[in-house]
């Protein structure tokens, strides 16, 4: 199990400070504060866990860029559009969905709705990281909520993706949304409510 470094801090400060307070105090406030910087140190290992993860590299295969729960499949306009939710215990970095190059990473600052409100895709703070493939452009839009109060990209505009290479993080939460290109032909084969898993999972079929 290894860990993305934008995590270090919150993993091993706490940690360490947790067991210099735990090997001076005992039976003491202090010493419940060592405890409760070790649970947070220890809990931040757990969110912040970038697992080994076997790539599915089939062609024709769009996979999902998230780890989570399915929340809505929709069209706006004129492109279908696959929301997930992550909750607090799903993996947090973000996978690109197809092979391409990065045509644009736009940030929008904003609030900090909860998720599940339908204006948060909307009014929050998020990243939103074009794809440009033979298929056209996918967009991926990182979006922070009432937790994740910090989105991160990984990638620039120029660079070129993989499918399943690790294109960004947010912190604390929140939702992804995968945007197909405009009139795409694609099959969404999967439906609200089912569980994804970044880099793996199969959101839908090109057909090609």
């Given at each position: 199990?290894?860990?993305?470094?934008?995590?270090?801090?919150?993993?091993?400060i706490?940690?360490?400070?947790?067991?210099?307070?735990?090997?001076?105090?005992?039976?003491?406030?202090?010493?419940a504060?060592?405890?409760?910087?070790?649970?947070?140190?220890s809990?931040?290992?757990?969110?912040?866990?970038?697992?080994?993860?076997?790539?599915?590299?089939d062609?024709?295969?769009?996979?999902?860029?998230?780890?989570?729960?399915?929340?809505?499949?929709?069209e706006?306009?004129?492109?279908?559009?696959?929301?997930?939710?992550?909750?607090?215990?799903?993996?947090?970095?973000?996978?690109?969905?197809?092979?391409?190059?990065?045509?644009?990473?736009?940030?929008?600052?904003?609030?900090?709705?909860?998720?599940?409100?339908?204006?948060?895709?909307i009014?929050?703070?998020?990243?939103?990281?074009?794809?440009?493939?033979?298929?056209?452009?996918?967009?991926?839009?990182?979006?922070a909520g009432?937790?994740?109060?910090?989105?991160?990209?990984?990638?620039?505009?120029?660079?070129?993706?993989?499918?399943?290479?690790?294109?960004g993080?947010?912190?604390?939460?929140?939702?992804?949304?995968?945007?197909?290109?405009?009139?795409?032909?694609a099959?969404?084969?999967?439906?609200?409510?089912?569980?994804?898993?970044?880099?793996?999972t199969?959101?839908?079929?090109?057909?090609?």
């Open positions: 199990m290894f860990f993305v470094k934008e995590g270090w801090p919150f993993i091993f706490p940690l360490v400070l947790g067991i210099l307070i735990l090997s001076v105090f005992r039976g003491s406030t202090p010493y504060l060592g405890v409760l910087l070790i649970v947070f140190g809990f931040s290992a757990f969110f912040f866990r970038d697992p080994v993860r076997s790539i599915r590299d062609a024709g295969l769009i996979l999902s860029p998230a780890d989570g729960t399915v929340m809505e499949i929709s706006e306009d004129g492109a279908k559009c696959v929301k997930i939710f992550l909750s607090v215990f799903n993996v947090h970095l973000q996978r690109s969905p197809v092979e391409g190059v990065v045509k644009s990473v736009e940030y929008r600052p904003g609030k900090f709705l909860p998720a599940m409100r339908q204006e948060a895709h009014l929050n703070e998020q990243n939103i990281i074009t794809i440009e493939t033979k298929d056209g452009e996918y967009k991926v839009k990182q979006i009432i937790l994740a109060r910090r989105v991160v990209s990984w990638v620039r505009r120029g660079d070129k993706v993989s499918k399943g290479q690790k294109i993080l947010i912190k604390f939460g929140s939702q992804v949304d995968v945007y197909f290109p405009k009139g795409s032909p099959e969404i084969v999967v439906a609200k409510g089912d569980k994804v898993v970044s880099g793996i199969v959101l839908a079929r090109s057909g090609k």
